[in-house]
């Protein structure tokens, strides 16, 4: 892989720089943002802070989510922006800024301060979301500028290759400081570290060479207009329905994604090095599957790579069921960060590919939007676990996954 990396043509648009910057991105953003792992670490932060399961699907989804409604406000300012780099360089500080801020309150309340502490993870989760949700629309839209169809599909691969390169890293250093350190110190040294780790993938990306956007749409006079058109187009466009549908209920894995970790914690105990060791198995997971996804969606089989993806959702679900070992938990994990950058890959693919140039920022507007419902999903996952059980959870888990496994034999079958 690493020899391959550099062995793709230089052309005029699949710039090689371009490509070598959003590896590195990925890369180091990685680095960064699995030191609070929304399925294995963060529950564990939130619950040694007293926080309740509903609690813990309420961060998770904040980190996983981003705002929604601003995706959709972000897709109106940006319509006519023929450039979209020195916006989302502007994302990338308050980034950087909130996620240190979280490790400097957790050292600052989190030994006598507990709910102050939660609070203060909170806001710092918030801000770091709300701006990806403009953040998503401006990158977008780059990648879909830099890079042709079928060199997308590989420059993502290689991005999540070297993602899961990153996450190995995280993981292993997460397990050194948990074990190392006293909590809750443990966790703001996770913070803060990761936050100048993330800030070199920033420095990366935002040096990108971005052409500028030839065909820009007509902004519409209010932004209650736009939101008009974007459902009048919506409901217009079947397939992008289609691949709404399938990614939707393909996120019903984050029911119970972000309480299998508890599980583990009750049902064999974890200590950090065992934390450590289920985040490498995920990140081994997305590191390895991407030969995979390179493979399928170099070949335009994006179909295909959803199918996949789900399928291992589903297999991840019924080993929680069962898991009674950490090898099992490691299996598990393994094929959960194999099936998210497989959905990443296949949705990203299909979104820009059926979005017209000029109206890209609106289709991804839409897809983010409709999609991030679904990252909230762990927040009713918290409710249910409260009032229900473990397999009633990976019950209906398991019914979403069986569902957009059906729904998918609808998308387009590619080239």
């Known amino acids: 892989m690493l020899a391959t990396i550099f062995l793709i043509k230089n052309t ?28 294995t670490i963060l529950p564990l932060i939130v619950n040694y802070f007293g926080g309740s399961s509903l609690l813990v699907g309420f961060f998770a989804a904040l980190l996983r989510g981003g705002a929604v409604l601003i995706q959709l406000f972000a897709a109106f ?32 309340f989190g030994e006598n301060s507990p709910n102050l502490t939660l609070f203060s993870i909170g806001i710092g989760l918030f801000i770091f979301s709300f701006s990806a949700g403009f953040g998503a629309i401006y990158f977008k839209d780059i990648i879909g500028k830099i890079f042709s169809h079928k060199f997308r599909g590989k420059t993502m691969s290689y991005r999540q290759f070297f993602s899961g390169l990153g996450g190995l890293i995280s993981g292993a250093l997460a397990g050194y400081i948990l074990h190392t350190f006293e909590a809750p110190y443990s966790f703001g040294y996770l913070f803060i570290i990761s936050a100048f780790i993330m800030g070199f993938g920033y420095l990366s990306f935002g040096s990108i060479d971005e052409p500028k956007k030839e065909k820009v749409a007509t902004k519409e006079k209010s932004f209650k207009e736009f939101l008009h058109n974007s459902l009048t187009l919506l409901k217009a466009d079947k397939q992008l329905q289609t691949q709404l549908k399938t990614f939707l209920f393909g996120y019903g894995y984050l029911l119970a994604l972000p309480f299998i970790i508890l599980d583990a914690q009750e049902s064999i105990g974890l200590d950090g090095v065992a934390i450590g060791s289920l985040i490498t198995a995920q990140m081994v997971g997305a590191m390895l599957s991407n030969f995979l996804w390179a493979k399928l969606s170099g070949n335009g089989l994006n179909r295909l790579t959803a199918q996949v993806a789900i399928s291992f959702q589903i297999t991840a679900i019924l080993l929680a069921v069962f898991a009674s070992s950490l090898s099992m938990y490691m299996a598990l994990f393994f094929l959960v960060g194999a099936a998210i950058d497989g959905s990443r890959i296949a949705s990203g693919n299909l979104i820009l590919e059926l979005a017209p140039a000029e109206k890209r920022p609106v289709y991804m507007a839409l897809q983010i939007n409709i999609l991030s419902m679904g990252l909230f999903f762990s927040i009713l996952g918290g409710l249910i676990l409260q009032l229900s059980s473990y397999p009633v959870l990976y019950t209906l888990t398991l019914i979403m996954l069986i569902i957009a496994l059906f729904i998918s034999f609808r998308l387009p079958q590619g080239d």
């Open 12 to 39: 005029l648009m699949d710039k090689f720089s371009n490509h070598i910057k959003n590896v590195l991105h990925g890369f180091f953003l990685s680095i960064g943002t699995t030191i609070a792992e929304p399925s």
């Open 77 to 108: 300012q940006s319509q006519t922006y023929a450039l979209m780099l020195p916006y989302l360089r502007r994302v990338f500080l308050v980034r950087f800024i909130s996620w240190f801020s979280i490790g400097i309150a957790i050292i600052l």
